[in-house]
């Protein structure tokens, strides 16, 4: 097996779980050994990203929080009768972080596995971010020039996110696992990032301000272009 392709993999592990230590030991040929640790998982994964662009904002937005999801309604519409048991909750860690850049960059995980095709995850995750900046920016008077607010294309213009979930029984749409599609999520991963990121922009007026002027300009330049 490629020593690179290994190396890779196990990069990615110890970003998604911040403190584990992994080492990869080569014992072929010369032999060399690398020793993988991220203290600071997901968050310095984006930063990592973003080391050859500009960033907006200086450090990057981590959110982490857990959630029981609401009890799934059963077919016909009845509700289960209530459990003394508490659901095990689905964790949420999401690190962002907005560059100069046009392009968006959103990596997706479902229990440490990189979902390619995005999906119940990603849905939340656009949706919450369409409704705090359109919230944060008509509150503070910010829309002035687009009339019609952000689209969640003007909004992730240049970030760099990587959502990573924990769900003790997730469910995908083939075997390679490369989209999640387990409905409570969206609703879990929603909610968690609105709060949360929302509450930062209250707690970072200037953090916040820069970066939903750059997502403006996102919006009077694909205005522009329209009109052109």
């Given at each position: 097996i490629q020593y690179d392709i290994l190396a890779s993999r196990l990069r990615e592990l110890s970003f998604l779980?911040?403190?584990?230590?992994?080492?990869l030991t080569d014992e072929r040929g010369e032999g060399?050994?690398?020793?993988?640790?991220?203290?600071?998982?997901?968050r310095e994964f984006v930063e990592l990203l973003n080391k050859n662009k500009e960033p907006v904002h200086e450090h990057v937005v981590n959110i982490l929080a857990e959630q029981i999801p609401e009890k799934q309604q059963l077919e016909g519409g009845s509700v289960p009768p209530p459990s003394d048991q508490p659901g095990t909750p689905i964790i949420v860690e999401v690190a962002l972080q907005?560059?100069?850049s046009y392009s968006e960059q959103i990596f997706c995980y479902t229990n440490n596995i990189h979902n390619r095709d995005g999906g119940t995850h990603l849905t939340g995750f656009k949706t919450a971010l369409t409704r705090v900046f359109n919230n944060y920016g008509t509150s503070q008077n910010l829309f002035k020039e687009?009339?019609?607010g952000l689209t969640g294309e003007d909004i992730r213009e240049?970030?760099?996110?990587?959502?990573s979930v924990k769900h003790p029984d997730p469910s995908f749409d083939s075997q390679t696992k490369s989209k999640l599609v387990s409905s409570e999520v969206?609703?879990?991963?929603?909610?968690i990032v609105n709060d949360?990121?929302?509450q930062f922009f209250e707690e970072n007026p200037g953090t916040a301000r820069k970066i939903v002027e750059k997502t403006i300009m996102a919006a009077k330049a694909r205005d522009a272009a329209r009109k052109a």
């Open positions: 779980n911040a403190g584990f230590v992994i080492t060399r050994t690398e020793t993988f640790e991220y203290q600071g998982g997901i907005w560059n100069s687009v009339k019609n240049g970030l760099t996110a990587v959502i969206k609703t879990v991963v929603e909610q949360k990121l929302s």
